[in-house]
RNA sequence: GGGAGCAUGGCGGAAUUGGUAGACGCAGCGGACUUAAAAUCCGCAGACGGCAACGUUGUGGGGGUUCAAGUCCCCCUGCUCCCA
């Protein structure tokens, strides 16, 4: 494709703009404006195709770059510019590099935002999504990202959802979507349910931020339990995954491997009913111990096998629990309450009879719903027995001590048994094995692995989400809406007053329908997904992200798939992460896709952090802008001295930076430069605007470098600089000092910076290492030959291209002799290739060699580079640095790291 | 309580396999240019002592391994995160 029109004249395409530039004396030459410069290039790049995903041909080498799609709020804000900046650096290098590359963007537009803002403002929803997302690709684009928007999705658009339903219907089909009653979580502010994961561990919705209730609903599920497994497994198969992250997962999945025991039931007369209670434990090995059972208050038998005398202690307790939080149930600190029911089990293990409780702490979703109290083994259980003045058994000692020794606390660590009949003796470890051989032979339990993970709660009764597409039959129960009439739109005419039940369930029309199975009259579900459902499989539609038959073909979905580096924030760890690998791993037994993880590499970005000022007296938070000396800041009203740190940017602690006003003033190439060299990218960054000049007087030098390059009449066309006409410069004659000087610095730049941006991503010294470049240049570029000079100029440009893509463009157009109007998709430096760097540049005639004494550093000789060892040695020795500290005595030892270092130890 | 990670100048941060600690930048100081300022250019800069040459000391604290430790090992302190 050509540039149809040439929005710049070439070099020197910047007008003077009096208005920036009022000062007369550098009208000669022309000033870096980026203001200018980027909006054109950004234009004429779209134009031009150049971020098109090429189409992928067998044996090509192609490089998946993904960025965690937003939610489109409407603002972007840093962490954002953060996040695309470095997909975007990393997607632009493997282009040079000659890579095939997938880049796209869109958008995670579900969720509870714009259905409140419907409530709050009375708009449509999708119109307040569409408008959003419209002003977050314009403010995108203005960073100047590679990304190709052809391939754009948004979850809410009918499109997408389509086949967020029929990837649903595949759940429900392999047995892994289900309904079922169960306690759940409720977020009263949001009146919605939240899965596990969206709970925090204070116990409150990861959106709201509201103390979560527990409600017994009926909800859908998908049994991501089914894969706790493999998900915990195939953690290993993640090496391009931060270690902190993997270990987040392995304690969400949370294995652990006990037993499941049974107590049998006795009745009032002490005989064995038919009735047993499960109980898992991970300490079969203290099981006689076990002074009691505990049932959650939720069990089953707790109606059953209640005794007349506690029914009503009983009834009072369930009815305080159900209003209690999982948090409040379980916290360490809160004390442990509970009444018993009255009945009494067999302890299997000893015969000996021991009561039934039912207590807060234990919660019927996990395990069996069921524990054995073990007072003296377990802190919770000690607490407990101590406070109903249960009995308190010790069964483990250390070798050698008293049994009477851990009076005062659980005795959790390891020992040997006691009081334990024929198991005395044993090693704790080999006692847990032994005792639950001896359970499963004796048929009163077996070896159980146990997982903390719970099914995924998916159902949501709110509005704005992607309909379930099942229809509920009197006569034929759940009935999958057929493939062919997906999608189920979301209709339109909801009262989404937020209040009370599913939106949808009041639009009757929608609501009844025929059942697709008998045709009797049949009814919607009403529920919506997760939002975390559409975000599950995004990455996966843009492989095909026009497809209209599928969600994706096979041969697309294989070809670029798993992503190979995917970006965002850590705050994903367990929830987006988690659900997607499960998606994977479904949509692969499904045979729907052939790889069993979608994430080969990940980088956790950390966050951008604002300059905070705050009243520690008042509590109250002061606006940047109102402290008149940040070097000592005071607030302005009493005068009081303010605590300064640097803390995630927000507006209630006035210490954001709009991305907009940093690119009005200092252009999308400074924010770039700035966000990557200011901290390496997993760890926080922090704001700071004197950083920002500093990044922005760095691209203003290489603008007057490569203009005064200009003014020499140096030109890279006709490749000017290229490797071929370094070759033949090369051959021809030696180069004089600076020359030498120049290509150590360009080929140093090049191993340094190609190092820096493989494997893992070092971008801060990436552009320290392109700061050395400009400096030397800056010193020797006018002593160099036109041969070197350009090839200088050519590498740096290039090298800089990933992180400052528009004005490197502009500077290669400047230099490159070539009209603007050019066909960009060849001309462009961004088609360019990134440079091989050439070993013997590097190579020096002489090395400085450090003399130390005694392992101190006592100075330094220049040595010739090719010394060997006795060489180095027989200098070391002659030097005035040995004649000065060694006094005369011979070294009794001389270690010689040859290009390094002599050390004389007296 | 269990687990993971981190700790380097005034600040952000650099430092292959252990081999000149403090690259690069910000802030600071000195100088040049300017009537002046801004911008730009050149230079200085861990701390302590010294006019200087130079010396001592120095990567949270303590110990260890080694010719040599920011880097490896042990203990401690502090901070961050995850799980309880």
Redesign the pocket.
């Known amino acids: 494709m050509l540039c149809s029109e040439p929005w710049s004249e070439g070099c020197g395409s910047i007008a003077h703009t009096p208005l920036l530039d009022p ?1 007369p004396s550098v009208s000669e030459s022309s000033r870096y404006q980026p203001q200018a410069i980027e909006t054109g290039w950004q234009r004429a790049w779209q134009e031009n195709g150049l971020h098109d995903t090429p189409e992928l041909k067998p044996g090509d080498d192609a490089f998946y770059a993904l960025s965690m799609f937003p939610y489109p709020s409407g603002n972007l804000h840093m962490g954002h510019v953060r996040n695309y900046v470095i997909t975007d650096v990393v997607a632009r290098v493997q282009r040079l590099r000659g890579k095939k590359v997938l880049h796209p963007m869109g958008w995670d537009a579900f969720g509870l935002p714009a259905e409140n803002a419907a409530i709050e403002r009375g708009v449509d929803p999708g119109a307040w999504t569409d408008q959003n997302i419209a002003s977050m690709r314009e403010q995108l684009n203005q960073l100047g990202l590679s990304i190709d928007w052809e391939r754009e999705v948004a979850t809410c658009h009918a499109d997408y959802y389509r086949w967020t339903q029929w990837l649903f219907l595949h759940f429900l089909d392999s047995g892994l979507a289900y309904q079922k009653d169960a306690t759940v979580n409720w977020d009263p502010i949001d009146q919605t349910v939240l899965a596990n994961e969206q709970v925090d ?1 204070e116990g409150r919705s990861w959106r709201s931020g509201a103390l979560v209730e527990k409600r017994k609903l009926r909800q859908w599920f998908l049994k991501i339990t089914d894969y706790a497994q493999q998900l915990l497994d195939d953690l290993s198969q993640l090496d391009g995954w931060p ?2 992250v993997r ?2 997962q392995a ?2 999945i ?1 294995r652990s491997t006990g037993a499941e025991l049974q107590f049998t039931v006795v009745d009032a007369a002490g005989h064995d009913t038919a009735e047993r209670i499960t109980v898992f434990t991970t300490r079969p090995d203290t099981i006689f111990g076990a002074s009691y059972v505990v049932l959650a208050p939720e069990h089953p038998l707790v109606a059953e096998l209640t005794t007349a005398e506690q029914e009503i202690a009983v009834e009072a307790f369930c009815d305080l629990v159900s209003r209690q939080s999982e948090q409040e149930r ?1 916290a ?1 600190d809160k004390p442990k309450r509970g009444v018993p029911i009255g009945a009494q089990v067999r302890n299997p293990a000893n015969d000996e009879l021991i009561p039934i409780w039912i207590a807060d702490y234990v919660l019927a979703e996990y395990g069996t719903g069921a524990v054995m109290g073990v007072p003296a083994h377990d802190q919770r259980d000690f607490l407990f027995a101590r406070q109903y003045e249960l009995p308190v058994q010790q069964v483990i000692i250390p070798e050698g001590s008293d049994e009477h020794a851990f009076e005062g606390g659980a005795w959790t660590e390891g020992g040997v048994l006691i009081h334990s009949g024929r198991f005395d003796g044993l090693p704790n470890g080999d006692a847990k094995q032994a005792i639950t051989s001896a359970a499963a032979a004796e048929g009163w339990g077996q070896e159980k692995v146990q997982f ?1 993970l719970r099914d995924w709660l998916i159902s949501r009764q709110r509005y704005w989400g992607c309909p379930i597409p099942v229809i509920h039959c009197d006569s034929c129960g759940v009935v999958p809406v057929p493939a062919d009439q997906l999608p189920v739109e979301l209709p339109q005419g909801a009262n989404l007053a937020g209040k009370g039940g599913s939106p949808l369930a009041q639009l009757e029309n929608w609501v009844n329908v025929s059942c697709p199975c008998c045709g009797q009259p049949a009814k919607r579900e009403t529920d919506t997904m997760d939002t975390f459902m559409c975000s599950s499989w995004y990455y996966l539609r843009y492989s095909d992200a026009t497809n209209t038959t599928r969600p994706f073909s096979e041969d697309a979905v294989n070809s670029w798939l798993p992503v190979d580096q995917y970006v965002g924030g850590i705050e994903h760890a ?1 929830l987006h992460l988690l659900y997607s690998r499960f998606f994977t791993k479904v949509l692969r037994d499904r045979g729907l896709l052939g790889f069993d993880e979608p994430f080969q590499r990940l980088l956790t970005q950390g966050m951008v952090q604002g300059i905070t000022y705050k009243n520690p007296h008042t509590g109250k938070y002061i606006a940047p802008a109102d402290v008149a000396d940040p070097t000592d800041p005071r607030d302005p009203a009493s005068g009081e001295v303010l605590e300064t740190f640097y803390e995630k940017m927000s507006k209630s602690k006035y210490n954001g930076v709009d991305p907009a006003v940093v690119i009005d003033k200092y252009g999308a190439d400074t924010a770039r430069m700035f966000i990557l060299f ?3 990218p997993e ?2 960054l ?1 704001w ?1 605007d ?2 920002v ?3 922005f ?2 691209l ?2 290489i603008w007057r470098l490569v203009d005064g390059a200009c003014e020499r009449g140096l030109s890279l066309a006709a490749g000017a600089g290229g490797p071929e006409a370094v070759v033949q410069a090369l051959a021809a004659g030696s180069l004089n000092p600076a020359e030498q000087e120049l290509r150590r610095a360009v080929h140093t730049a090049i191993t340094e910076i190609s190092d820096d941006l493989d494997g893992d991503y ?1 971008f ?2 990436a ?2 290492e392109l ?2 470049l400009s ?1 030397a240049m ?2 020797h570029l006018e002593n160099c030959g036109e041969v070197f000079a350009c090839e200088a100029l050519r590498t740096l440009l290039i090298l800089l291209a990933p992180f400052a893509p528009h004005l490197a463009e502009e500077l290669w157009l400047k230099l490159s002799g070539r009209n603007a109007g050019d066909a960009l998709a060849s001309s462009s430096i961004h088609a360019q290739r990134w440079p091989a760097a050439d070993a013997s540049a590097l190579v020096r005639d002489t090395v ?1 060699l ?1 003399i ?1 004494i ?5 100075g ?1 000789l220049e040595v010739p580079a090719d010394a060997d060892k006795a060489t180095l040695e027989k200098l070391a020795l002659e030097s005035d640095i040995a004649a000065k500290w060694l006094e005369g005595k011979t070294p009794s ?1 001389v ?1 010689v ?1 040859p290009g ?2 002599v ?1 004389l ?1 007296p």
Do not use: C, H, Y
């Open positions: 000062s561990s270690e902190r270990t987040m304690n969400w949370g379980t360490e903390r367990i200011k901290a390496p760890k926080d922090e700071d004197a950083d000049e500093g990044q007087r760095f203003q030098r070092q801060n010294t552009v320290s700061m050395k400096n800056g010193t400085t450090v130390q005694k392992g101190k550093v006592r330094n030892r270690i790291v390094k270092l050390n130890v």
